[in-house]
């Protein structure tokens, strides 16, 4: 995810977090059931790793946080150099939740990653020095429908050649939700491949116009969700800076103190500092923070005794689909 160095503040509820604010992206929907078939009013909470795959220290890392049991699913950048080695843990250990992290743009100035289709096949996709585009906004500007969807099914058909028990789908800043014809692509893929995506059941009407590309497709594909029996997210909770430990331990107890009946994905990034990650990004203090606090295996036992159950994408479709 990009760096913030602004001044923290809460973010809006919504998609705040994919799109360049910080802090917290959470959304408030409706006291209702989580899933269509699950009538039980229950804290669910995954906790959940992004970039799994970017870097060596990212790797290490996330494996730790989910042998720690805090950790309930992850998502690989099959886009990235180190992604083999990820792939490679996660084909021995099929135990562990692990989603595609769909990727369409390249963000860091120093460490770049081109497309898995191949740049001849995907030419909108890439930059003139044959990268993916720095940004999301330059993916909905250049990139072709088309070509999205060949290198987004390039990416999950790399990691079920490498053995992943794909588990769900997820996207790298939010550029899948960039444009309403990439969407459908993303909502496409899901359910061609019959897999749970990062997808809410509700928005308010505020947020509704914020984001008319998700609004528009919302209802329908939580429809379609439902009938597949694949779990649907309730709230998203996702935090930048500061990069202080205490300040970011308080900030993460206080949000899943207050979490409300439903499922929640709590969005972490976790790697191990060093001159590796701190040679690719300026978020390398608070990376490193997220890993310190979310792999002792003591803060699982303080989430459950919380009232919270910790779950994956994998259980929950599982428990659907009984």
């Given at each position: 995810m990009p760096d913030r160095s602004k001044r923290n503040r809460p973010i809006k509820p919504g998609f705040s977090s994919w799109s360049g604010l910080f802090l917290i992206a959470l959304l408030s929907m409706f006291s209702s059931v989580s899933t269509a078939a699950d009538s039980q009013l229950k804290k669910k909470l995954i906790v959940h790793i992004d970039d799994a795959g970017m870097c060596h220290a990212a790797n290490v890392a996330t494996i730790r946080a989910l042998e720690s049991g805090v950790v309930t699913s992850t998502s690989i950048m099959m886009n990235c150099s180190w992604a083999k080695e990820f792939t490679d843990y996660a084909r021995q250990h099929p135990e562990f939740c692990y989603g595609v992290h769909l990727t369409l743009n390249s963000e860091w100035s120093g460490y770049r990653w081109g497309p898995v289709a191949g740049r001849d096949k995907v030419p909108s996709l890439v930059d003139p020095d044959g990268y993916l585009w720095k940004g999301v906004a330059q993916v909905a500007e250049h990139a072709?429908?088309?070509?999205?969807?060949?290198?987004?099914?390039?990416?999950?058909?790399?990691?079920?050649?490498?053995?992943?028990?794909?588990?769900?789908?997820?996207?790298?800043?939010?550029?899948?939700?960039?444009?309403?014809?990439?969407?459908?692509?993303?909502?496409?893929?899901?359910?061609?491949?019959?897999?749970?995506?990062?997808?809410?059941?509700?928005?308010?009407?505020?947020?509704?116009?914020?984001?008319?590309?998700?609004?528009?497709?919302?209802?329908?594909?939580?429809?379609?969700?439902?009938?597949?029996?694949?779990?649907?997210?309730?709230?998203?909770?996702?935090?930048?800076?500061?990069?202080?430990?205490?300040?970011?331990?308080?900030?993460?107890?206080?949000?899943?103190?207050?979490?409300?009946?439903?499922?929640?994905?709590?969005?972490?990034?976790?790697?191990?500092?060093?001159?590796?990650?701190?040679?690719?990004?300026?978020?390398?203090?608070?990376?490193?923070?997220?890993?310190?606090?979310?792999?002792?295996?003591?803060?699982?036992?303080?989430?459950?005794?919380?009232?919270?159950?910790?779950?994956?994408?994998?259980?929950?479709?599982?428990?659907?689909?009984?």
């Amino acid at each position: 995810m990009p760096d913030r160095s602004k001044r923290n503040r809460p973010i809006k509820p919504g998609f705040s977090s994919w799109s360049g604010l910080f802090l917290i992206a959470l959304l408030s929907m409706f006291s209702s059931v989580s899933t269509a078939a699950d009538s039980q009013l229950k804290k669910k909470l995954i906790v959940h790793i992004d970039d799994a795959g970017m870097c060596h220290a990212a790797n290490v890392a996330t494996i730790r946080a989910l042998e720690s049991g805090v950790v309930t699913s992850t998502s690989i950048m099959m886009n990235c150099s180190w992604a083999k080695e990820f792939t490679d843990y996660a084909r021995q250990h099929p135990e562990f939740c692990y989603g595609v992290h769909l990727t369409l743009n390249s963000e860091w100035s120093g460490y770049r990653w081109g497309p898995v289709a191949g740049r001849d096949k995907v030419p909108s996709l890439v930059d003139p020095d044959g990268y993916l585009w720095k940004g999301v906004a330059q993916v909905a500007e250049h990139a072709k429908a088309s070509e999205v969807e060949i290198e987004l099914r390039a990416q999950i058909e790399l990691a079920k050649q490498h053995g992943v028990p794909i588990s769900h789908l997820d996207t790298h800043m939010g550029a899948v939700m960039s444009r309403l014809d990439i969407v459908e692509v993303y909502i496409k893929l899901a359910m061609e491949y019959d897999l749970p995506m990062l997808w809410l059941r509700s928005m308010s009407q505020e947020q509704k116009s914020e984001y008319p590309h998700f609004a528009a497709t919302m209802a329908r594909t939580v429809d379609q969700m439902d009938q597949r029996k694949l779990p649907v997210l309730d709230y998203l909770l996702q935090f930048y800076g500061p990069d202080d430990l205490v300040v970011r331990e308080t900030i993460y107890s206080d949000a899943i103190d207050n979490l409300k009946d439903g499922i929640s994905l709590l969005i972490i990034h976790s790697a191990l500092d060093g001159p590796e990650l701190e040679a690719i990004t300026t978020s390398h203090k608070r990376r490193h923070q997220d890993f310190e606090l979310f792999s002792q295996p003591e803060q699982k036992e303080s989430i459950i005794k919380k009232g919270i159950e910790l779950t994956s994408w994998k259980q929950l479709t599982k428990n659907l689909r009984r």
